[in-house]
């Protein structure tokens, strides 16, 4: 019963609505004493039902991330054979003494070692959830892969290559093995590094992943908010395949590993590795981790810390990057169908350990450290986003005493200054307003005066010229005027030379008479073209002069 | 001249094809080196030597050929190359003396596709449709040994649908003699059908397990063989390359592509000229720099005649405006 409580509960989701399991190491402050989490869960179990419960004394406290007091409980002289180790391990247990919290012995059997019991039908119940991204170009054997691990057919047809950017395309399936549901969902890259130009090709991924944190994010903030049932869409591994050159990481490869790796647990993969041979291998899965190693690229690392599967991991760590081989095809081995490439010089076979790393992938992934990678996308990546995004809106943990109450008073302030700037921005726009009618009053002005001094000169000159034109009128009257008296007077001599007798003077005095007359008509086009604005209005020019009408043209 | 990416086994397959070793310590930059790097060219001249045929091979390497981040016009500096050698060719062909000409022109591209991918990719449409009428493509799948036999011939057959697709010309074998024997046909039938070549290449030779010594990839399932003509097209790649039809792909290197780019050059020299086509060939005997200088005179003093009708025009345009300007004065100060 031990070894499958013990593998059960390092399945078993760890999440907010739940008693998180405790996790204990043998502390080295304390070698003897032993504890042992199962009983102490029951007690804080029955603490918090009860609420009257307290155990006293000789209790160990552990703070963990949300910093709420866990009490638990140490068996002092009773020696638990079992040394349960759990999953998750982000809790250290501190090996001092709490205050007023003291281990009891107890006299017979409670019952409460049943928790984990209760804890794994829970669970089962509530299926897992894993959200797995592929990263890697077209044509690597991701979903082959993603097929071959899960031991059934996901997509579709394979991609082309003339995509014009990257996407990201997510797939969710349910399945279930033995009574336990797992939801999962296979995110892949289409169009990843088939581009000309590929300095824009991480971003995607990038914006995919933190808006995964966003919606989770979200959904904590919420007023009323259903953690417990949300569908958890954070990435918790990302499996980068790399392309089996033989030389070194391509330049694509290390700028997106580098982009990831704090957003994500990255674990690199060396894809269709039957190209490559042994002795090549050794050397590539070096080269590779010297480079990443040397750009400061922070894959994962499987856990070591963990008594059980420590040992297991630290040997797997060696080997990354795993070397796989995907094939959904099966072929007959022996006497066996198995999953095999079958080329013409030999078979590959992808459950042989000596040919890829398969098997090594599966165990880790799958059997051994999922809850784990849950855990670190969780705590580690998610709680990174979630620190960054609020304290860019402003937030601060400033006093660690009273938590929700420092995130009202910060709200509130903040919401304060956003008024209190709102205000002043009104108030400066008003100003502004009430400035520029100024400014637009005063142009007004100065416009409406020059208008009026325009308005006044040119009626000064309009007077003006009226006055030359009536003095030219007189004068013209006075010339016809004199004109007329000349001419009564020729007429009256006239009439006294016929009398007198001789028609010469009679001519002569014609003569003279249109002589005046052609000065006059010659007068009056001069004064009209002195007159006159324009010089070339020929209708002016050539319109018989009448002495009536000068004055229209002139006005003209 | 072998392009393609780097890790695609280029400079393998030249060891194995001429058996020789080209590449000795090579250095192969880091990827953080490889985000910016531009392409370069590498030119390898060796003399090799067979039961007293001596052929002078030179090897032109492209590293760097889309390694970087941003890949495009990375195929340029490869077209300007191909320029460069045909204008070279050019020159020495059109001067006086003509009797030791090199011919450093490029008689084949070997083009790496990658076995990893579905296909062509953008970055291999755009190269192969930049040069395809400068040069000979012989498209090559690397790495075959990546592929079974089922996904090899699936890969062929999607590679010569999207050639076609994109209208690339590859280069073409010559179609046999009608009156040639069967398994002659047959063999020439056979080596259209497997292109693009899928080829293995190996630097190690394989002692153990095996009869006689041979080129070959060690694998714990076995031994991948580069001179098998079952695991992949090497063999046919080398006798098409060396024994068959080396001549034919200079002959439609200097026939085809080189008189291509011959007639682009000239025509764009005597683009502006209106001499008719007898006078242009006979232009074209004379030495280049001559070619250069005589067209342009002519054009200088067309333009030079242009620009005095223009003044001319331009002058009586002024002449008539100020006549009628003063006609008006005219006819104002008049009245």
């Given at each position: 019963m031990t070894e499958s409580i013990q593998s059960v509960l390092k399945n078993t989701k760890a999440s907010d609505s739940f008693v998180k399991l405790a996790t204990a190491t043998r502390t080295r402050a304390s070698p003897a004493k032993e504890v042992n989490p199962e009983k102490a869960e029951g007690e804080d179990r029955e603490e918090k039902e009860n609420g009257k419960l307290k155990l006293k004394s000789g209790d160990t406290e552990c703070w963990d991330n949300d910093r709420e007091r866990k009490r638990v409980g140490r068996l002092d002289g009773?020696?638990?054979?079992r040394s349960v180790v759990c999953a998750g391990n982000y809790r250290r247990w501190k090996g001092n003494k709490g205050e007023g919290v003291r281990s009891l012995p107890l006299s017979g059997h409670v019952g409460f070692d049943s928790m984990p019991d209760q804890l794994v039908n829970k669970s089962v119940s509530h299926g897992f959830c894993f959200n797995i991204l592929c990263v890697g170009e077209t044509g690597l054997g991701k979903s082959t892969l993603m097929d071959t691990l899960f031991n059934t057919k996901f997509e579709g047809e394979p991609n082309s290559h003339s995509q014009p950017g990257v996407q990201l395309k997510s797939n969710s399936y349910e399945l279930q093995e033995s009574s336990v549901r797992l939801k999962l969902t296979v995110v892949n890259t289409v169009g990843f590094g088939d581009q000309i130009n590929k300095e824009e090709s991480y971003k995607p991924i990038v914006e995919f992943i933190d808006a995964q944190f966003e919606a989770y994010l979200q959904e904590e903030l919420k007023i009323k908010r259903t953690l417990h049932n949300y569908h958890d869409t954070r990435i918790h591994t990302c499996l980068y395949f790399i392309a089996p050159t033989g030389h070194s990481l391509k330049s694509l490869d290390l700028v997106t590993m580098k982009k990831l790796d704090s957003k994500v647990n990255i674990i690199p993969i060396i894809a269709k590795s039957d190209a490559i041979s042994k002795s090549e291998l050794t050397k590539f899965k070096i080269k590779i981790t010297s480079e990443l190693v040397s750009n400061g690229v922070q894959i994962y690392q499987f856990p070591t810390d963990d008594e059980t599967v420590a040992e297991i991991n630290s040997t797997m760590n060696a080997h990354l990057p795993f070397a796989v081989i995907g094939s959904t095809e099966e072929v007959k081995i022996g006497n066996k169908m198995m999953k095999a490439r079958q080329y013409p010089w030999g078979t590959v076979q992808v459950e042989n350990e000596n040919h890829c790393d398969f098997v090594k992938l599966r165990e880790m992934l799958i059997r051994v450290n999922m809850e784990d990678l849950r855990e670190q996308t969780h705590t580690r990546h998610y709680e990174l986003y979630r620190r960054c995004k609020l304290e860019e809106m402003g937030f601060k943990d400033t006093d660690p005493d009273s938590k929700p109450f420092s995130l009202q008073e910060t709200y509130e302030a903040k919401r304060n200054e956003f008024m209190g700037e709102l205000q002043k921005k009104e108030e400066e726009m008003r100003q502004m307003f009430v400035q520029r009618v100024k400014e637009k009053e005063a142009e007004l002005k100065e416009a409406e005066k020059e208008l009026h001094e325009k308005f006044d000169r040119l009626k000064k000159l309009h007077q003006e010229e009226k006055k030359k034109l009536e003095d030219k009128k007189k004068v013209l009257d006075d010339e016809m005027n004199s004109f007329k008296q000349r001419k009564t007077a020729a007429e009256l001599l006239q009439s006294q030379a016929q009398q007198a007798g001789g028609s010469q003077t009679l001519k002569r005095e014609k003569e003279r008479k249109n002589t005046s007359e052609g000065v006059v008509t010659e007068c009056v086009p001069t004064m009209l073209c002195v007159g006159s604005v324009r010089l070339h209005t020929p209708s002016c020019i050539r319109e018989p002069p009448e002495p009536v009408t000068i004055d229209s043209h002139r006005l003209k | 001249m072998v392009v393609g990416e780097s890790g695609l086994g280029k400079s393998t397959l030249v060891n194995s094809l001429f058996l020789t070793?080209?590449?000795?310590?090579r250095e192969i930059p880091s990827s953080e080196e490889c985000i910016p790097q531009t392409l370069e060219i590498i030119k390898n001249a060796v003399d090799i030597e067979e039961r007293g045929v001596k052929v002078k091979l030179t090897i032109v390497d492209t590293p760097g050929?889309?390694?970087?981040l941003d890949n495009s016009d990375c195929w340029k500096p490869i077209a300007q190359y191909i320029d460069q050698q045909f204008e070279q060719y050019f020159r020495d062909e059109s001067g006086l003396n003509r009797k030791n000409i090199q011919d450093n022109r490029v008689h084949c591209i070997l083009y790496f596709i990658s076995p990893y991918g579905h296909g062509l990719r953008p970055l291999d449409v755009e190269f192969m449709k930049a040069v395809h009428d400068k040069v000979n493509i012989v498209p090559i799948i690397a790495k075959?040994?990546?592929?079974t036999p089922k996904e090899v011939m699936v890969m062929k057959q999607r590679i010569r649908d999207e050639i076609e697709q994109y209208g690339i010309n590859i280069y073409q074998f010559p179609d046999c003699d009608s009156d040639e024997d069967e398994e002659f046909k047959q063999q020439d039938l056979a080596l259209k059908n497997s292109i693009p070549f899928a080829v293995i290449g190996s630097n190690e030779m394989i002692n153990e397990n095996v009869a006689r010594p041979i080129r070959g990839r060690a694998y714990p399932w076995g031994v991948a063989e580069v001179e098998n003509k079952v695991h992949c097209d090497f063999s046919m790649l080398r006798n098409m390359l060396i024994q068959t039809h080396m001549q034919d792909l200079k002959d439609v290197t200097q026939e085809v592509h080189y008189e291509n780019y011959r007639a682009q050059c000239i025509q764009s020299l005597t683009r502006i000229g209106t001499k008719d086509r007898s006078s242009r060939s006979k232009i074209s005997r004379q030495s280049i720099t001559e070619l250069s200088l005589l067209p342009l005179a002519a054009t200088e003093k067309l333009i030079q005649e242009k620009d005095e009708e223009l003044r001319r025009m331009q002058e009586m345009l002024k002449m008539m405006q100020q006549q009628m300007q003063q006609s008006q004065g005219e006819q104002s100060d008049a009245l």
């Open positions: 009773k020696e638990e054979s | 070793d080209l590449y000795t310590d050929f889309g390694d970087a075959a040994d990546t592929l």
